[in-house]
């Protein structure tokens, strides 16, 4: 019985993985989504799945069964006045997710491949390796075919094994339990760095846009590597780190210079992070609107010289607005015509998000590389 159940349930995660694979283009610009998010699962509506539930046999209704007058209509309910409608509803269901999953279900639509960490990898974990047997220990741990085993010899040796009746019965000079080891596993870890441009021509829908995007980057990047540390940066004409809330939230009404979150990127790297121990991602969004030609120069200099040396990856996201020039995009892809490419493929990639239909493409953009 167990194990049909198992299967029965096993059956329906498959029916549900299928049908948020068909939707996973709307799921990623749903920014409700996020806002479910909890330590390892998210919560995802789908539509027309019913609960795997027992079904009983519809005795309502019928003569004798309730209250009610004589000549009044059987097995109906409310006053009967006004007109029927001739749409089908919508079979509404929430179903947990963990992150894997989810990230798993995104790399096979995305069509993404593994990402190879590199680096020596400093962090490790604790882990309990079973690696042998030992004749004491708890209930939980008995390893039954080496007990049987040490039952048979015994009575083969003491010439009580019956070939007619083979009756193997343990005692506990048999009894033989699985043991472990503490051992030390190397943990790939990463470092992502958001940058955001927080000046006034950056507006609700774009940030929200960028919500959206940082939300999948995290979870695909978290998918890859076991130790991830996010730091966020926005700026103006000047940059600071901040914390995760203030990131979404912050607007500024001054001007742009990009570059002084790019140098403020570069300083965090020197101060905490080596990059011969740490997988660097860093992501930069913006409306593409800059203060001068002299700052996209120095972004293109400090860009070539000191951040793409030492990171696996650069993405750039310009989202659209109403009020930026949207020109930055472009000043990256003249200076780096093939993404400082390496041995691994283009290590600068640029992309472009003008509503949320773009999120899927932009995401296959920064990680069909697989870096």
Same mark, same amino acid.
């Given at each position: 019985m167990v194990n049909k159940i198992e299967q029965d349930h096993q059956r329906f995660r498959q029916i549900v993985?299928?049908? %948020? #694979?068909?939707?996973?283009r709307r799921f990623l610009s749903r920014g409700e989504l996020l806002g479910r998010e909890g330590r390892?699962?998210?919560?995802?509506?789908?539509?027309? %799945?019913? %609960?795997?539930?027992f #079904?009983?046999?519809?005795?309502?209704? =019928?003569?004798g069964m309730g209250e009610g007058e004589e000549g009044e209509a059987v097995g109906q309910q409310g006053s009967g006045k006004g007109q029927g409608g001739d749409q089908e509803g919508q079979h509404l269901l929430e179903v947990d997710v963990t992150l894997e999953e989810l990230a798993d279900i995104l790399a096979e639509e995305l069509r993404l491949p593994r990402i190879k960490p590199r680096g020596e990898h400093r962090i490790t974990t604790i882990k309990d390796k079973y690696t042998g047997i030992r004749p004491i220990g708890p209930a939980s741990l008995r390893h039954f075919k080496r007990t049987y085993r040490e039952a048979l010899k015994?009575?083969?040796?003491? =010439?009580q094994y019956d070939p007619e009746n083979p009756v193997i019965i343990p005692i506990k000079n048999d009894l033989r339990f699985r043991s472990w080891n503490e051992v030390k596993k190397p943990q790939s870890n990463a470092l992502i760095v958001y940058m955001m441009d927080v000046s006034g021509s950056m507006g609700d829908e774009q940030k929200e846009l960028v919500r959206l995007e940082a939300f999948w980057i995290d979870t695909w990047l978290r998918r890859n590597y076991e130790g991830i540390e996010s730091r966020y940066i926005v700026h103006d004409v #000047?940059?600071?780190?901040v914390d995760k809330k203030t990131f979404f939230s912050v607007r500024e009404d001054g001007g742009t210079r990009i570059s002084s979150a790019f140098q403020c990127c570069k300083e965090l790297l020197e101060s905490h992070y080596d990059p011969a121990d740490w997988n660097i991602y860093l992501f930069h969004f913006s409306d593409g609107d800059n203060s001068s030609d002299a700052d996209n120069r120095l972004c293109v200099k400090i860009l070539d010289e000191l951040l793409l040396p030492v990171?696996?990856?650069?993405?750039?996201?310009q989202v659209t607005s109403a009020y930026g020039s949207g020109s930055f995009i472009n000043?990256?892809?003249e200076a780096f015509p093939h993404g400082a490419a390496d041995d691994a493929g283009p290590r600068l990639i640029t992309s472009k998000v003008?509503? #949320?239909?773009?999120?899927?493409?932009?995401?296959?953009?920064?990680?069909?590389? =697989?870096?």
């Open positions: 993985r299928g049908k %948020i #694979r068909k939707d996973l390892k699962y998210v919560s995802i509506p789908v539509h027309d %799945i019913d %609960i795997p539930t #079904r009983y046999g519809d005795n309502a209704g =019928g003569v015994r009575q083969v040796a003491m =010439g #000047r940059a600071a780190e990171c696996n990856m650069f993405g750039y996201c000043v990256l892809n003008n509503n #949320r239909d773009d999120l899927f493409e932009s995401l296959r953009t920064f990680f069909k590389a =697989g870096r």
